[in-house]
């Protein structure tokens, strides 16, 4: 830990939100400020990598001089009245939570710009991509750091508008198609999640988070509650996406172009896991008291059709494509998330806040890879990958399929890497679940989702075997693992490997916040 001023924290946490709209703007303007490059293309691609890699610098400053004596206190808050008719204040802050997905995001998003600065999007302009990027980043950043019920509204639905057209004007085949299933999807949960919103501050005359959550829903009767948590509960749970609201996500995926995917997997889902554990588990707890039986057991039924259906895609003679597989994989991967929260104990929310950071690491590196494959093939179809012309991986670009097997057994959650610890502990939540709720029935929910996770070991292998193992034919090498896919991909590794030998470091920060926020707030 740095020693650094409240002031300071609050500039940096400010700043972190702020800049990326800034150059955005920028990135608009004829010739972007102090930069310069062998056309105005590379320039503004610069410019995109220079803005998120203050960003992250930030961010970075932000998390050694963040307390982590007292992770549950509400750090680097700003508190500055809006619209005071209706009580809706500008008010930021972090605490252990919040502060992971940050440092998240703002890495993701460095290491797209400085993806596509050395390969860049093919489609229109690069000034209208960067700019979009940088709203996309505003967005999610604001997300995780306003603490007003309305803020969180309008941070959390800022997102779609650059999502919609990095999907809809750089993605692939039916880009328009699965760009407008997205944004309606996503549009008509958020209508519905804004009512309930509004019923929360109504009712408890406040729209501040912090407020609500030390309330822990006294100020709110059951009925209220069960109401609001239906209604915010639909459109977070399309934003994660639960099932059976999932059907976009594939789609989206598919078209989407690599940072798209990368983004939109690796940090876009993580704000509806985020709502629930932020706004309805403190604030309404009565309701999701309620609901948590069926949210374990859609969450249960995730698991297990995302599984089923990547060993469908992987199939033999399937036409399965790989981008297509990984987004069904993230629709299991996010149930343990839903079930760790669904169990309303600490363990069980811990494991799914570390399940959030693992997938978005491990499935963000998953997209960067199957990205590098379709560039190099031409095509993400496994039968393809696998036949005359993919055959062998291993043989033919031997770092690549290494790391593909890396990120696919990472993926699986092999004991060691980060995706091992968030699932198990969203199981042992399972297994003993907060107070009032059925123990046989959460008992039932851990065995079907235990057997979901032996699914995705073998269509994870399988994937393995079918792209990097295939047999040893006559064929021109492929281009390996180049110096700026090496820089990109490196910290994901890294800190996969990381946070598998060493969970205390994220579980540190969380853990305290979460006794916190299941004790309604007091410390």
Not at 23 to 48: E, F, N, S
Not at 130 to 138: F, G, T
Not at 474 to 501: H, R
């Amino acid at each position: 830990m740095i020693d650094i001023s409240e002031s300071v924290m609050q500039f940096l946490l400010a700043f972190i939100v702020v800049i990326p709209l800034v150059g955005a703007v920028a990135a608009l303007l004829p010739a972007p400020p102090g930069l310069k490059g062998t056309g105005p293309d590379q320039a503004v691609l610069r410019h995109g990598v220079t803005v998120t890699g203050a960003v992250l610098v930030a961010a970075i400053v932000l998390a050694a001089g963040f307390d982590h004596d007292h992770p549950s206190k509400m750090q680097a808050t700003t508190d500055i009245s809006w619209i005071p008719a209706l009580d809706v204040r500008i008010h930021l802050g972090i605490d252990g939570i919040s502060l992971p997905l940050l440092v998240l995001t703002a890495l993701l998003t460095f290491l797209c710009a400085l993806y596509s600065y050395f390969k860049p999007p093919a489609g229109p302009s690069p000034k209208a991509f960067v700019a979009l990027l940088l709203v996309l980043e505003s967005g999610t950043l604001a997300t995780f750091a306003v603490l007003d019920l309305l803020l969180f509204f309008l941070a959390f639905e800022m997102v779609l508008i650059p999502m919609y057209f990095l999907i809809a004007r750089w993605g692939g085949a039916q880009r328009q198609a699965a760009a407008w299933k997205f944004i309606l999807y996503t549009l008509l949960g958020s209508v519905v999640m804004l009512l309930g919103l509004l019923l929360v501050g109504l009712k408890s005359g406040t729209f501040d988070m912090v407020a609500l959550a030390t309330d822990n829903g006294r100020g709110l009767t059951s009925s209220v509650q069960v109401i609001a948590v239906l209604a915010i509960g639909i459109g977070l749970a399309v934003k994660t996406p639960m099932w059976p609201l999932h059907s976009w996500l594939p789609d989206a995926h598919t078209a989407a172009p690599t940072v798209g995917s990368v983004l939109l997997a690796g940090v876009l889902l993580k704000m509806g896991t985020y709502g629930f554990v932020r706004i309805l588990l403190p604030i309404t707890p009565d309701g999701m008291h309620t609901f948590a039986p069926y949210l374990a057991a859609f969450a249960v039924v995730g698991i297990i059709y995302g599984s089923l259906a990547c060993l469908a895609l992987v199939r033999p003679g399937s036409k399965g494509d790989l981008k297509r597989l990984i987004a069904y994989s993230s629709v299991g991967h996010m149930g343990f998330v839903l079930l760790g929260i669904a169990s309303m104990t600490p363990t069980g929310v811990n494991g799914a806040l570390f399940a959030n950071i693992a997938h978005g690491l491990i499935t963000g590196l998953l997209f960067f890879l199957v990205g590098a494959v379709k560039d190099r093939y031409g095509t993400a179809d496994l039968d393809t990958l696998s036949g005359a012309t993919g055959a062998a991986l291993y043989g033919r670009a031997p770092r690549l399929g290494g790391l593909l097997a890396f990120a696919a057994v990472a993926s699986l959650g092999l004991p060691g890497l980060a995706g091992f610890w968030g699932e198990m502990l969203a199981l042992f939540g399972s297994f003993d679940p907060a107070d009032g709720l059925s123990r046989p029935a959460f008992l039932t929910f851990m065995s079907i989702a235990a057997f979901g996770t032996l699914l995705t070991a073998a269509y994870m292998l399988m994937v393995v075997r079918r792209v990097c193992m295939g047999e040893k034919r006559e064929a021109p090498q492929l281009a390996d693992v180049q110096t700026y896919e090496f820089a990109a991909w490196t910290p994901l590794v890294a800190l996969t490997v990381l946070a598998g030998l060493w969970p205390a470091v994220l579980l540190g920060l969380t853990d305290p916040a979460v006794q916190k926020l299941l004790a309604g707030g007091k410390s």
